[in-house]
């Protein structure tokens, strides 16, 4: 059974930093794609970005390019999501998946609150 694991959410104030981290329970290289998807209060789940480990190709929504930045350490096992220079609309629950041909994984969730 593959488990997610994320952490590093918390508050901080407009402008501010954050890491998140995503660890698996499986080489990252067995999955096809891992992302980070974002969901805030009222809305539905949005992908903020993705890593396809084999390849290192990566891919981010619009409204984070530039600020946000995916990143994979294969000794461990983790996919991080450097979050910078935050805004009020980057609040939300950040999830990790990890797709594998057959199957999705969804970790538990990492809450990230940004203040004006």
């Known amino acids: 059974q593959v488990q997610l694991v994320e952490s590093g959410g918390g508050l901080v104030q407009a402008g501010g930093s954050l890491r998140l981290s995503c660890s698996t329970t499986?080489?990252?290289?067995?999955?096809?794609?891992i992302g980070w998807y974002r969901q805030a209060p009222g809305n539905q789940r949005d992908l903020v970005a993705s890593?396809?480990?084999?390849?290192?190709?990566?891919k981010y929504a619009d409204s984070v390019k530039g600020r946000f930045t995916i990143s994979m350490d294969s000794a461990s096992d983790t996919v991080y999501l450097q979050l910078n220079k935050l805004k009020p609309e980057d609040t939300g629950i950040y999830s990790c998946?990890?797709?594998?041909?057959?199957?999705?994984?969804w970790g538990q969730g990492t809450q990230v609150t940004v203040s004006s």
């Open positions: 998946n990890a797709k594998t041909l057959d199957v999705s994984y």
């Open positions: 499986r080489t990252i290289f067995s999955f096809v794609a």
């Open positions: 890593i396809m480990p084999s390849a290192g190709n990566s």
